[in-house]
């Protein structure tokens, strides 16, 4: 493990937990990496997520896999105390604060930038209060204007996902006219409501919110058009890891496939996206996807360094047309006469 925690029950301490030391340098937004795409790992604090089935309910297990993740190369960890699969109950928010603020806390104070998954405006305020940098809310349309007023008040960057309804809803709110033009109009309604309360533009993190209030052929029609999100002039967050479309697609013998065998199809998701431009993604297994997040940047550098290369010599006056022409002249030239037949 690294040196900045000893692991869980080993060196002097004698907690279980893991031993964290203070923290070098102070993780913020403005220092996320500019150069590719932003990976955000999730933790899920819960009993009932669809992903993992409660792995790390408990506060040993929740900040030994924050840790992880952290080490492992995630940019960003998204702790998270109620689960939003569909058919969820609704979790007090009191109990939700019980689970991740002292995960948020350790994160923090090991040098991990923190995003927090909720709802309520008291448990994000008390999630910034414990050193979380980013709130990360799957409300949509339904968003609460305390949360709002807390985002205007404080200016932390703020998620704003698209969904509608609430986990025991979504799923029969999937009419649309055109998923993508109408997920970008619902979007930029709500984002209005945080611009007119003073949130900052630059705060605002739009999330197409793949998987909420969507059917499979509407996830994918919403990751082939990214984008017309992208036009928005937000940075945009997308999240695919694990979820039921992908299941469904890598169905064998009649069965969708478990939500843990869908980590190469997320990973494949997140180097189209990267390569569409996105800011950012929110995976599971944070190694694969940090990994297709490097191919895909350096893919884009490829293509700019060839797009900077032919302006500049357009600037020159030498068209890659003109070069081309050149070349064959320079060619014919050096080339010797073909031998003529004696007649």
């Keep these: ?4 925690a000893a692991a869980p029950g080993t060196g002097p301490a004698t907690s279980p ?5 203070a923290r070098t340098s102070v993780a913020t937004f403005d220092r996320l990496p500019t150069d590719r795409t932003v990976v955000m790992g999730i933790l899920n604090c819960t009993p009932d997520s669809f992903s993992d089935g409660g792995e790390y309910n408990s506060l040993d297990t929740a900040i030994s896999h924050g840790l992880r993740m952290f080490y492992a190369g995630a940019d960003i960890i998204d702790v998270g105390g109620e689960s939003t699969r569909p058919g969820a109950e609704d979790v007090d928010e009191a109990e939700e604060q019980r689970r991740i603020l002292p995960v948020v806390e350790a994160l923090a104070k ?3 930038l923190v995003s927090v998954d909720t709802r309520h405006a008291s448990t994000a305020a008390a999630a910034i209060d414990a050193g979380a940098g980013l709130i990360n809310d799957v409300s949509g349309t339904n968003v609460h204007p305390d949360m709002i007023a807390l985002i205007a008040e404080r200016q932390v960057p703020y998620v704003l996902m698209h969904s509608r309804g609430d986990s025991r809803h979504m799923d029969s709110l999937t009419r649309y006219d055109d998923v993508v033009g109408d997920v970008v109009r619902e979007l930029a309604e709500v984002r209005e409501r945080f611009y007119a309360a003073g949130v900052k533009p630059e705060k605002i993190i739009v999330d197409p919110g793949v998987g909420f209030s969507k059917n499979a052929d509407q996830n994918w029609e919403l990751l082939a058009n990214l984008d017309r999100v992208v036009a ?3 940075r945009v967050l997308v999240g695919t890891s694990r979820k039921r479309f992908l299941g469904s697609l890598l169905t064998t013998a009649g069965k969708a496939a478990a939500p843990k065998e869908r980590d190469d199809a997320t990973s494949a998701t997140t180097a189209l996206a990267a390569a569409q431009g996105i800011w950012g993604v929110r995976v599971h297994d944070v190694g694969a996807s940090l990994d297709a997040a490097k191919v895909a940047a350096r893919m884009l550098t490829g293509k700019r360094n060839r797009e900077a290369r032919l302006a ?6 030498e068209s890659p047309e003109g070069q081309a022409a050149a070349g064959q002249a320079a060619a014919g030239q050096a080339r010797p006469e073909p031998a003529r037949a004696s007649l």
Excluded: I, K, Y
């Design 1 to 4: 493990m690294d040196s900045l």
């Design 17 to 21: 937990l893991p031993v964290l030391r």
């Design 110 to 112: 090991a040098g991990a």
């Design 232 to 234: 928005m002039g937000n």
């Design 312 to 317: 500049a010599q357009a600037a020159e006056g």
